[in-house]
Each structure stands twice: as structure tokens, then as C-alpha cells.
């Protein structure tokens, strides 16, 4: 029931900007907190960044004054810009969603590719 799609990554340099781009189907996006996680090589998943359905953001500690969560509730998409990109950001980037603080749907999608070099 629930798609997502990601896009946007890329390969960038150190203190470049990549923004990406999760397209939503099968929720009711405008009552769905939607939230965006990373996993790199050998590591957990983990929380990058999140939105409720009222626009409250979340950070993590890592990325907090670099990376941007918004949504565009006419277009089902959650973004998320990041800037001053670090080697340690490298990881695939996956959106996700839910209704309920802390739950998310079992359902992931594909991912993109963030490569930072250094």
C-alpha cells in the first residue's frame, strides 16, 4: 500500500549541497509524519531528520544547522536539503511515514545514494 520513492543523491565533494526528494503514495499525506533515515556500510539504519503533519522538524545532533526537512503537501513530497556535506554523511538515504510519534511504516523504499568525498 504505502510507495516511496526517493531521489537525489549523488556523488558530491565536501561542503557541497545535495537535496533530496521523497515522492508518497498510498498514506494521507497531509495527516502522515514523514521522516527521512541513512544507513551506511556495517551501520543501523538511523534518524536524519523528521516532520510531522504540522511541520514540526527534528534533527539529529549530526546533522542539526546543515540538513533541512520540509514537505510540499500538494505534491505527497518530503525534501531534504543538505548542506555543508561531510565524508561521514555517506550513506543511503531512505524516506519513511507513520501516524504515530515513533511508529513507521514496514515498508521502505529503494533509497538513494549520498556519496560524500573528501
Known amino acids: 500500500q504505502v510507495q516511496l520513492v526517493e531521489s537525489g543523491g549523488g556523488l558530491v565533494q565536501s561542503g557541497g549541497s545535495l537535496r533530496l526528494s521523497c515522492a508518497a503514495s498510498?498514506?494521507?499525506?497531509?495527516?502522515?509524519?514523514m521522516g527521512w533515515f541513512r544507513q551506511a556500510p556495517g551501520k543501523q539504519r538511523e534518524v536524519v531528520a523528521t516532520i510531522t503533519r504540522g511541520s514540526v522538524t527534528n534533527y539529529a545532533d549530526s546533522v542539526k544547522g546543515r540538513f533541512t526537512i520540509s514537505r510540499d503537501n500538494a505534491k505527497n513530497t518530503v525534501y531534504l536539503q543538505m548542506n555543508s556535506l561531510k565524508p561521514e554523511d555517506t550513506a543511503v538515504y531512505y524516506c519513511n511515514t507513520g501516524y504515530r510519534t515513533a511508529t513507521w511504516s514496514e515498508y521502505w523504499g529503494q533509497g538513494t545514494q549520498v556519496t560524500v568525498s573528501s
Open positions: 498510498g498514506i494521507i499525506f497531509s495527516v502522515a509524519n
